[in-house]
């Protein structure tokens, strides 16, 4: 069973870079998919960030892309999330997911509980 | 970049009802459309992928159609655990994603 957990510090300042890890477990990260970042500010709906590929192909939401940066690291299974310049308005859950690309359509089919990020002074 | 909208925000139905929820693309999509339900305090759970094909192990009561710009996401008969928010989205430009706002279901 693929299971994927989020990691990282809860609260970050303003202005500075949020940092996430995203553990994977039941599959090789090397092996195949797309690997992404989604976001939900509290009571508000779902805003994709990115998504990489093992071999390090990036894709960004082109409205976050000027302080976003995915990465991935096979050895350890985990890929990462950077966003750099944070406000208030970064304040939101944060979710990994596996993303599935078949028949062209392509969507998140597993994913981690989510790591709640506060942005505050 | 692609909006997705969906119609209406919110509902109230009851169990055994049958209900549809609509999305709209702002340009054509073919059938790259994916819709998901979301319980509070949980991750989004795919249902419906490529417009009309059932994920695995989700129950057959949910169905979708559409192509285009217009799809349909129907629950042929409301069950107590169907209550939630249900999502589109659309991945039309390999990987460049975009989520419809919501539409949140409620019991009458």
């Known amino acids: 069973q693929v299971q994927l957990q989020e990691s990282g510090p809860g609260l970050v300042k303003p202005s500075e870079t949020l940092s996430l890890t995203c553990t994977v477990s039941?599959?090789?990260?090397?092996?195949?998919?797309?690997w992404g970042w989604i976001r939900q500010p509290p009571g508000k709906g779902l805003e994709w960030i990115g998504s990489i590929y093992h071999s390090g192909n990036t894709y960004y939401n082109p409205s976050l892309k000027s302080r976003v940066t995915i990465s991935v690291e096979t050895s350890k299974n985990q890929f990462s999330l950077k966003l750099r310049s944070v406000t208030a308005a970064d304040t939101a859950l944060y979710y990994c997911?596996?993303?599935?690309?078949?028949?062209?359509?392509?969507?998140?089919?597993?994913w981690g509980q989510g790591t709640l990020v506060t942005v505050s002074s | 970049d692609i909006q997705m909208t969906q119609s209406p925000s919110s509902l109230s139905a009851s169990v055994g009802d049958r209900v549809t929820i609509t999305c709209r693309a702002s340009?054509?999509?073919?059938?790259?459309l994916n819709w998901y339900q979301q319980k509070p305090g949980r991750a989004p759970k795919v249902l419906i992928y490529g417009a009309s094909s059932l994920q695995s192990g989700v129950p057959s009561r949910f169905s979708g159609s559409g192509s285009g710009t217009d799809f349909t996401l129907t629950i042929s008969s409301l069950q107590p655990e169907d209550f939630a928010t249900y999502y589109c989205?659309?991945?039309?430009?390999?990987?460049?994603?975009?989520f419809g706002q919501g539409t949140r279901l409620e019991i009458k």
């Open positions: 340009q054509t999509i073919s059938n790259f």
């Open positions: 989205q659309q991945s039309y430009s390999t990987l460049s994603i975009t």
């Open positions: 039941g599959y090789s990260i090397s092996s195949g998919f797309y």
């Open positions: 997911a596996r993303v599935n690309c078949s028949g062209g359509t392509c969507y998140p089919d597993y």
